[in-house]
């Protein structure tokens, strides 16, 4: 399964929201229903971290300014007003089918 | 809260093998509640599963094609470890190696090591 994500680069002002898509050669939905669709983050020089799993659900001490939405093929992550620390990485990461693969990542910076 | 803590060089010879060790506090390798991956992070293939080994009644493992015939994940219930083995090294091999948890009712890699840059060259 081949996980695209857009844009590649995202320069947003701080306080002003940001949003990262992932399309999906494949639908990802698991044959017992649910939807394996991951999103992590990465700090310059840190292992990624997860933000969120099975599409919208944020992982313990995610801040709810992230958010996650989507189905089948399409998945969103959204920020809702970029702070200092959300800058790194984005990947989205798919777990419904072997072998697991990540989309190539989105750099979220500062303007 | 869930620690992994990897260890193993950072410096091998093409055809040597690549020997990384996960040490897990927190948690039990042994566990049916969580598999145990490696993922691995170069510039050229972005992140790339390598593999995953978990308990259920009896041990299983699963490779990416890419490395299936030079990769071994073995566990150590005595040292609540797992380890990664990737034979016959080449200078595409040279990357970070991250090992993982990835916790079944999340199926996202929850917790994760520090991350261990091995580098390949002769």
């Known amino acids: 399964i081949v996980l695209t994500q857009t844009p590649l680069s995202s320069p947003v002002t701080l306080g002003q929201p940001a949003s990262i898509s992932c399309r999906s050669s494949h639908s990802l939905v698991h044959s017992d229903g649910n939807t394996y669709l991951s999103w992590l983050q990465q700090r310059p020089g840190q292992p990624p971290r997860l933000l969120i799993y099975q599409i919208s659900n944020r992982f313990s001490g995610v801040p709810d300014r992230f958010s996650g939405s989507g189905a089948g093929t399409d998945f969103t992550l959204k920020i809702s007003r970029v702070e200092p620390e959300d800058v790194g990485v984005y990947y989205c990461m798919q777990t419904t089918e072997l072998p697991w693969t990540f989309g190539q990542g989105t750099k979220v910076e500062i303007e | 809260q869930v620690l992994l803590q990897q260890s193993g060089p950072g410096l091998l010879k093409p055809s040597q093998t690549l020997s990384l060790t996960c040490a897990i506090s927190g948690d039990s390798v042994s566990t049916n509640r969580a598999a145990w991956i490696w993922i691995r992070q170069s510039p050229s293939r972005g992140l790339e599963w390598l593999g995953r080994t978990y308990y259920g009644s009896k041990w299983y493992n699963d490779y990416a094609v890419s490395v299936k015939s030079r990769i071994t994940i073995t566990s150590d219930t005595s040292k609540n470890q797992f380890s990664l083995h990737l034979n016959s090294v080449t200078p595409e091999d040279t990357a970070v190696y991250y090992c993982?948890?990835?916790?079944?009712?999340?199926?996202?890699?929850?917790?994760w090591g520090q991350g261990t840059l091995v580098t390949v060259s002769s």
């Open positions: 993982a948890r990835l916790f079944w009712n999340k199926k996202g890699p929850d917790y």
